[in-house]
C-alpha cells in the first residue's frame, strides 16, 4: 500500500520556527492532494494546508501568512514551513495524501502524526 513518513517535530520556544517534512513510499501510481493536518488535546483534527500536484495551496486562517506549504512531485513529498510558531499551534501534525496505487485504486492514506510543542 502506501506509507507516510512524518519528521521534524519537535519542541520550539514562541517565535520560533520549525520544518515539517512527509514522505510517501509504496505501490503509489499518483499522487493528488497532500497536506497537514493538526489536533490539539480535546480537540478535532483540523486542516492546516493542502496542496494539490500543480502546486495550488490552501491554508487555514490561523496558518496564513506564518505556514508555507510545499511539495516535491519527484519524491512525494510535502513539507511545511513553519514560522512564528504561537503556543496554541501545540498539536500533533499529521501527513495526509490523496494517492492513486497501482491497482488503480484511489484513497486517503495518513501518516503517524508527529508532535510540535510551542513553549517557553
Known amino acids: 500500500q502506501v506509507q507516510l513518513v512524518e519528521s521534524g517535530g519537535g519542541l520550539v520556544q514562541p517565535g520560533g520556527s520549525l520544518r515539517l517534512s512527509c514522505a510517501a513510499s509504496?505501490?503509489?501510481?499518483?499522487?493528488?492532494?497532500m497536506g497537514w493536518y493538526r489536533q490539539a488535546p480535546g480537540k478535532q483534527r483540523e486542516l492546516v494546508a493542502v496542496?494539490?500536484?500543480?502546486?495550488?495551496?490552501n491554508y487555514a486562517e490561523s496558518a496564513k501568512g506564518r505556514f508555507i506549504i510545499s511539495r516535491d512531485n519527484a519524491k512525494n513529498t510535502v513539507y511545511l514551513q513553519m514560522n512564528s510558531l504561537k503556543p496554541e499551534d501545540t498539536a500533533v501534525y499529521y501527513c495526509?495524501?490523496?494517492?492513486?496505487?497501482?491497482?488503480?485504486?484511489?484513497?486517503?492514506?495518513w501518516g503517524q502524526g508527529t508532535q510540535v510543542t510551542v513553549s517557553s
Open positions: 496542496i494539490n500536484s500543480g502546486g495550488s495551496t
Open positions: 509504496g505501490s503509489i501510481f499518483s499522487v493528488f492532494s
Open positions: 495526509n495524501a490523496d494517492c492513486l496505487i497501482v491497482t488503480m485504486r484511489r484513497d486517503d492514506y
